[in-house]
């Protein structure tokens, strides 16, 4: 039971990091806009940002950079989502 839970935690984890830094990018991403962006692009923001969080994760730990839990591991998810944000942000018209 544990075990499952850890797993559990580190999923919701990683799509509240993901999911917020994505929204953060897109909201705070330097430039001049007409409107305010949709919620759609919000959401797609945060999927995007948890994906890529979610990815880097289980990268590292592929490729034996860090383990499960590791600060590293918590600091490759944010930038990740955070780059993938900016990147969103920067090519979403």
Do not use: H, N
């Not at 409107?35 to 797609?44: E, I």
């Not at 990268?59 to 969103?88: D, N, P, R």
């Amino acid at each position: 039971m544990a075990a499952t839970m850890g797993v559990v935690m580190g999923f919701l984890a990683f799509l509240v990091i993901g999911g917020l830094t994505g929204v953060f990018a897109l909201a705070f991403y330097p430039r001049e806009r007409k409107a305010k962006p949709k919620a759609k692009k919000f959401l797609v923001a945060a999927l995007i940002g948890f994906i890529t969080a979610l990815a880097s994760s289980y990268i590292g730990q592929f490729t034996g950079l860090f383990q499960s839990g590791q600060v590293i591991e918590w600091l490759s998810a944010i930038v990740a989502s955070c780059l993938s944000g900016v990147l969103y942000a920067s090519i979403d018209k």
